[in-house]
């Protein structure tokens, strides 16, 4: 059974530094596209960062520069690093997977195939 777990939310001051945790269960994370996302208020999920099964990274625009999307095979986990936060990230953020990549990386959530439950990041200024 897939299961995608997320780990790591919390409140923080404008500034400051957050790590994200996502463990799979189901499947290899290394044989898989694997993303976040991110849901503000009343907004449409919007793609923050993925990687495909080669290793190649893709971010969004806002966090460029500012988070870095990482995994570890031994185990079996995504992680966000999210650096210099900002008010306008605050959203509750999700881990996903699917078998392939869209082609550029492009993150589409009706693509990915497998979600976690999500997890709350606020951050205060």
């Known amino acids: 059974q897939v299961q995608l777990t997320e780990s790591g939310g919390g409140a923080v001051q404008a500034g400051g530094s957050l790590s994200l945790s996502c463990k799979a269960s189901?499947?290899?994370?290394?044989?898989?596209?694997m993303a976040w996302f991110r849901r503000f208020p009343g907004k449409a999920l919007e793609g923050v960062a993925v990687?495909?099964?080669?290793?190649?990274?893709n971010y969004a625009p806002a966090v460029k520069g500012r988070f870095t999307i990482s995994k570890d095979n031994s185990k079996n986990s995504a992680y966000l690093h999210m650096n210099n936060l900002r008010p306008e990230d605050t959203a509750r953020y999700y881990c996903?997977?699917?078998?392939?990549?869209?082609?550029?990386?492009?993150?589409?959530?009706?693509?990915?195939?497998?979600w976690g439950n999500g997890t709350l990041v606020t951050v205060t200024s």
């Open positions: 996903a997977a699917s078998r392939w990549c869209l082609p550029g990386l492009i993150m589409d959530a009706a693509a990915m195939e497998y």
């Open positions: 189901g499947f290899t994370v290394s044989e898989r596209c």
């Open positions: 990687f495909n099964e080669q290793g190649t990274l």
